[in-house]
């Protein structure tokens, strides 16, 4: 079970750097470059963006009233969403430190520059820029919570989990009692070394004596 487990992340990794690869591909095709963590076009390809970019009034012309209802509903959500992200962020800032949990880092979630695109009207980079906020959220919820899932409770479910988290796959088997707390403990170890080790070493390692982590946001 345990090399299955260590082949599938092989593949998950091999998968990631496919992206990668494909991103820089990407780049190169549609003409821009990373400078400081930003995407930056080139004079041919902001040219050619301003003849593409849609006016306000053609998109509110082209607006279908179904959208025009549902919007204050899209918006509304807003507010919920940015308590949970104060919250969780609380949350990971004072329990995260207690269990000597490596921080999540956020800005590595929660990415908004779409906005930036220069073909896009204001509209569309406010729909744009609140879509990468919120999607982002979620995404830097859902690791604070798998960190605390394999802190608690590393056990598998007994049915199956619709794409489940990165590291429901190294969890216990559900059913398998022996030897529980003592392997909850290694679950700990893993976790609390994850950014001191290579997840791929496979040798157990005592709770990690590394100072305490910060928050790079």
Not at 76 to 102: E, K, N, T
Not at 166 to 187: H, K, P, T, V
């Amino acid at each position: 079970m345990n090399q299955t487990i260590e082949s599938l992340k092989s593949r998950l990794r091999s998968v990631e750097r496919d992206l990668e690869a494909r991103l820089i591909k990407s780049r190169r095709q549609f003409e821009y470059s990373l400078v400081n963590g930003k995407a930056v076009f080139t004079r041919a390809a902001r040219k050619r963006h301003a003849e593409l970019k849609k006016s306000l009034v053609a998109t509110l012309a082209d607006a279908r009233v179904r959208n025009l209802i549902a919007a204050p509903f899209i918006y509304a959500v807003f507010f919920p969403i940015a308590v949970l992200d104060v919250f969780v962020s609380m949350y990971q800032a004072i329990c995260f430190r207690l269990w000597r949990i490596p921080l999540v880092r956020r800005s590595e979630y929660v990415i908004v520059d779409r906005h930036r695109l220069p073909y896009l009207n204001a509209i569309q980079k406010l729909n744009c820029a609140y879509c990468g906020y919120a999607n982002g959220v979620m995404s830097y919820v859902s690791e604070v919570a798998a960190r605390t899932e394999q802190y608690w409770c590393p056990i598998k479910h007994a049915l199956s989990v619709k794409q489940p988290h990165g590291r429901y796959l190294s969890f216990i088997e559900y059913g398998d009692a022996n030897d529980l707390q003592n392997r909850i403990g290694e679950q700990r170890d893993a976790l609390c070394c994850d950014d001191q080790q290579d997840t791929s070493n496979t040798k157990r390692t005592p709770i990690c004596e590394a100072p305490l982590p910060t928050a790079a946001d």
